[in-house]
Every structure is written in C-alpha cells, then in structure tokens.
C-alpha cells in the first residue's frame, strides 16, 4: 500500500462513491461541497489517499485551524477495513501536522461509530459531547489528541 497526496479531479467520482458507502445522507454533505473540500485540503497538502494494485483504498481529509489540525473525515471502503489503511493515513496526516508545529489534532464523531475504537487505540481522548450534533437530532464526541 502506499499513501500519496496527489489528488487527481478524475478520482473524484470514485472517491464520492467511497464517502456514499461509509457515511448514510445524514452524515454526508452535497458532492459539491465535498469536491470543494477535498480539492481545498488538497492544496493545503492536507488531504491524504491510500492505494494498492491501483485501488483506492481509503482517504483521509483534514484541515488545519491555529495551531490545530482538524480530522474532516477518513473514509475507507467496506473491502479495505482492518488492513491498517485507516491508522496509516491517520500517522501520516499527524506527522505532516506535528511537522508544521501543530500541537494537537482533533476530530468529531457519531457516538455509535465504532471507529471511536480505533481513534481512541491511536491515542485520541473524547474531550466533548455533542448534544444534537447532526441534522438528525444525533450526537457526536470531539476527540483530540497531543502531538
């Protein structure tokens, strides 16, 4: 597997279908907005993606506000899960974070994702909950963690 930055436009239809197959329409915003995130964290260089044979094999796109990295969203498809890809992209992305002198990184999260699992075994720590964070009345955790 390897993980580069180059985001092409032409991947953005796949990588579309990648968010449909990991997120339902309460947690996803339009395709609009979604290209215009990817291609804006692309330029930022905080925008990640994984591949292996040729495949996407998952995505990571953040944002950085201060001193802060911010987690937007890391998307791995069902056929890729519990290879690594997910912890990969996120060691990346902080390394390019704490590279730049970021002190922490931070993500929000549905409350029954089980990638809370994940995110708390790589050393995040809930910080917050979100009453009511989605537009669904559901709610979310901040999670963040030192650099």
């Given amino acids: 597997m390897t993980i580069h930055q180059n985001l092409v436009k032409a991947n953005l239809p796949e990588l579309w279908r990648i968010e449909k197959g990991c997120f339902n329409e309460v947690f996803r915003t339009s395709r609009n907005f979604f290209n215009e995130l990817l291609l804006t964290a692309s330029e930022e260089g905080n925008f990640w993606i994984a591949e292996e044979d040729g495949q996407i094999m998952g995505f990571l796109c953040a944002s ?84």
């Fill in 64 to 147: 950085v506000r201060g001193l802060q990295g911010y987690i937007e969203t890391v998307d791995i498809p069902k056929r890729a899960r519990r290879r690594g890809v997910a912890s990969s992209l996120m060691s990346v992305c902080e390394k390019s974070f704490k590279k730049r002198g970021l002190k922490q990184v931070r993500l929000e999260v549905h409350t029954e994702n089980p990638a809370i699992v994940l995110y708390f075994n790589l050393g995040y720590r809930i910080t917050r909950f979100l009453r009511d964070y989605y537009q669904n009345g559901w709610h979310a955790v901040t999670m963040v963690k030192q650099l």
